[in-house]
């Protein structure tokens, strides 16, 4: 069985957030062409932002799908992939990351807690559907045919992540929890530390700078995810 500091590991919980992205060059909220930049976040990923300004929103979330074309999965998503598919375990990953480049590394498993820019959900008739194409107010749902009820497939400040269940029954039967890149701002994925360690789990955080959560976690690793992920996924396999 592999062992990590000095005990056995059989299920590992990772999650991911904005900082491993960040190293491929996905623009969050701050786009660099500066097009966003004057939009403060509330305005642009809540429900009340999508009722108010609704065309708004679908010009934000075309171009932020339109520019996953032109950036690459990174060390950190290959390292990852590589750990799902040799470790000798369970590797459940769970992202907050609305791209697809988990998948594009090669990850056999991506549970995407605030859902995925390249999917639209339909107010009306509740079908998900896998889209690399802009949509708008205008456009038809595919499933239901109703017009002006499409939205992006991602959740909004104020609304509740995807997967909570299976999430917290994973996290509760983890021997190692990984957090690679995340801020510890976001509630409920800031929770997910506490919610390892009450099951015993070992904790790990992967992160540039101390997140708002670093001391509830047994373990530092400091630097960049490209850097420090490939060797922690390392040790794992060894
Ligand atoms: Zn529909």
Not at 154 to 175: K, N, S, T
Request: hydrophobic share 40%; aromatic share 8%.
């Amino acid at each position: 069985m592999p062992m990590f500091n000095g005990r056995f590991v059989q299920r590992l919980v990772v999650l991911t957030g904005a900082g491993v992205s960040a190293e491929s060059g996905v623009p969050t909220f701050r786009d660099p062409d500066g097009l966003w930049e004057q939009y403060d976040p509330m305005d642009l990923a809540t429900p009340e932002a999508f009722r108010r300004d609704p065309a708004l929103i679908y010009r934000f979330y075309n171009s932020r799908r339109a520019r996953l074309a032109g950036v690459e999965p990174n060390a950190a998503h290959l390292a990852l992939a590589r750990l799902q598919r040799e470790f000798a375990g369970d590797v459940f990953l769970v992202t907050q990351n609305v791209d697809d480049l988990h998948e594009r590394a090669g990850s056999p498993q991506v549970c995407h807690m605030h859902g995925e820019l390249l999917a639209s959900l339909c107010g009306a008739c509740g079908n998900k559907r896998p889209t690399d194409q802009p949509f708008d107010g205008a456009s038809a749902c595919p499933a239901c045919a109703s017009r002006g009820s499409l939205r992006p497939d991602v959740v909004w400040f104020g609304e509740i992540p995807y997967f909570m269940d299976e999430i917290e029954a994973r996290l509760a039967d983890c021997d190692l929890f990984i957090a690679v890149g995340t801020s510890g701002l976001v509630y409920p994925a800031a929770g997910f530390v506490r919610t390892a360690r009450a099951s015993g789990a070992t904790a790990v955080e992967v992160n540039l700078e101390p997140s708002d959560t670093a001391s509830l976690f047994h373990l530092q690793r400091r630097g960049p995810a490209t850097e420090q992920l490939p060797a922690l996924v390392a040790e794992l396999l060894s």
